[in-house]
């Protein structure tokens, strides 16, 4: 069914091929993306220049790219995961145990929720220093609320299906009911969920780079996209390449996730 949706498809393949790159690129085109290899502001298709191009130091854009999606795809995927894990726990204690456990833990979630999102994460990386592992940290602590929303809710409306109560009835405790006859059954919009939280920390993670808020020798797209930004009128190429290097990237997952949600609504398969 997930194949059937031609744009998810093709988002499937398109973010496929970028995660192979940023893997095997580094290897296979052979130069660091720290090392100076011709003049600065050599655009693409200059003479001597890299196939997109020098930045303001001689460095290969290119090189950029492909070590840079390393850097921030790892980042991302650590932190949505760590994003799911946290708002999976909370909202399925919320949402099974209902009561003040609901209560407190909805509160404690709204506390992280009225927060500005981006101002925490700042905040985040400036108490613990910047570095790979901060920056997921503040990511995956800020994001979690909406998977705990959406966890609690799934909760909530399965937590009275028979096959739960069956569950009770011969004997099940809490924990084996909500891991491994509730969540199982919660899982297609939380996978859903999983995509565009992937997404929102992508950008999360290129914008926190942008305004230089990483360590300074890991090269991301958003700290490319932030170091070039002052030449971005006379060498557009420093900032076009990592810029659409995220676009291509978040409309990739983004499809992917359109498919998945189609394919597990059964209200959506007939379109």
């Not at 999102?117 to 940290?137: K, Y």
């Not at 409309?251 to 996730?257: K, N, Q, T, W």
Request: aromatic content about 10%; charged content about 15%; proline content about 5%.
């Amino acid at each position: 069914m997930f194949l059937r949706n031609k744009a998810a498809a093709v988002g499937l393949v398109v973010f496929s091929l970028i995660v192979l790159v940023t893997i095997f690129g580094p290897g296979l085109y052979g130069t660091s993306a720290n090392k100076m290899v011709a003049k600065p502001f050599l655009g693409p298709g200059s003479e001597l220049a890299p196939p997109l191009g020098t930045d303001y130091l001689g460095r290969d854009i290119l090189a950029g790219i492909i070590g840079g999606g390393r850097a921030t795809l790892v980042v991302a995927a650590v932190a949505a995961a760590m994003t799911m894990t946290i708002g999976i726990l909370v909202g399925s204690l919320a949402g099974y145990f209902g009561g003040w456990v609901d209560a407190l833990l909805m509160r404690f979630t709204e506390i992280f929720q009225v927060m500005p999102a981006l101002l925490f994460s700042m905040v985040v990386i400036f108490i613990f220093q910047p570095g790979t592992r901060n920056e997921t940290l503040a990511i995956g602590l800020t994001l979690w609320p909406l998977a705990a929303r959406l966890a609690r809710a799934e909760f909530l409306r399965l937590r009275e299906m028979e096959y739960v109560k069956a569950a009770r009835a011969i004997g099940c405790g809490d924990l084996r009911i909500m891991f491994r006859t509730i969540l199982p059954n919660a899982m297609p919009p939380l996978l859903v969920a999983a995509t565009l939280t992937v997404v929102i920390a992508i950008l999360f993670h290129s914008g926190l780079a942008f305004l230089g808020m990483v360590d300074v020798n890991t090269i991301s797209w958003g700290s490319m996209l932030g170091k070039n930004r002052g030449y971005a009128l006379t060498a557009w190429w420093m900032v076009f390449f990592p810029g659409i290097a995220i676009v291509i990237t978040s409309l990739s997952i983004s499809l992917v996730g359109d498919g998945l949600q189609d394919a597990f609504n059964p209200k959506l398969r007939g379109r």
